[in-house]
C-alpha cells in the first residue's frame, strides 16, 4: 500500500516553472518496487493522465500535451517523486495528484487496486 502527499504547487505566470514533489510512504512493498506517475484534473475535465516512471527510471512516458516541457524523476532512497514543469501554459491549470501506476513508454494508468488519493497540489497558470 502507498500513501502519497504532494506539495509544490503554487501561482505561477505564462512561462514560468513550477517543481512538484510527492513523498510517499509505503506498507509491504517498498516504494522503488512501484511504477509512479503524475495526473492532473482541470475543472470540468476528466482525470488525465500526465507522465509516469518505472521503478528503475527506466522507461518514462509523458502524455503529449506536456511533451518537452515536464520532466519526471524519481528518488528511490528518498521514497519521492517529482515532476518539473517549465513553460507552463494556461492549460496546466489543474490540481495535480501523484500515485502508483502501470507505465509503459506510450501509456499509463492507476494501479489496480490504489484508493487512497492524495489531496493534490493545486497548479494556477495565469495568462
Known amino acids: 500500500e502507498v500513501q502519497v502527499v504532494e506539495s509544490g504547487g503554487g501561482l505561477v505566470q505564462a512561462g514560468g516553472s513550477l517543481r512538484l514533489s510527492c513523498t510517499t510512504t509505503?506498507?509491504?512493498?517498498?516504494?522503488?518496487?512501484?511504477?509512479m506517475g503524475w495526473f492532473r484534473r482541470a475543472p470540468g475535465k476528466e482525470r488525465e493522465g500526465v507522465s509516469c516512471?518505472?521503478?528503475?527510471?527506466?522507461?518514462?512516458y509523458y502524455s503529449d500535451s506536456v511533451k518537452g516541457r515536464f520532466t519526471i524523476s524519481r528518488d528511490n532512497a528518498k521514497a519521492t517523486l517529482s515532476l518539473q514543469m517549465n513553460s507552463l501554459k494556461p492549460e496546466d491549470t489543474a490540481m495535480y495528484y501523484c500515485?502508483?501506476?502501470?507505465?509503459?513508454?506510450?501509456?499509463?494508468?492507476?494501479?489496480?487496486?490504489?484508493?487512497?488519493w492524495g489531496q493534490g497540489t493545486q497548479v494556477t497558470v495565469s495568462s
Open positions: 516512471i518505472t521503478s528503475r527510471s527506466s522507461v518514462t
Open positions: 500515485a502508483p501506476v502501470t507505465c509503459r513508454p506510450t501509456s499509463m494508468g492507476t494501479r489496480s487496486g490504489f484508493e487512497h
Open positions: 509505503t506498507s509491504g512493498l517498498t516504494f522503488d518496487v512501484y511504477s
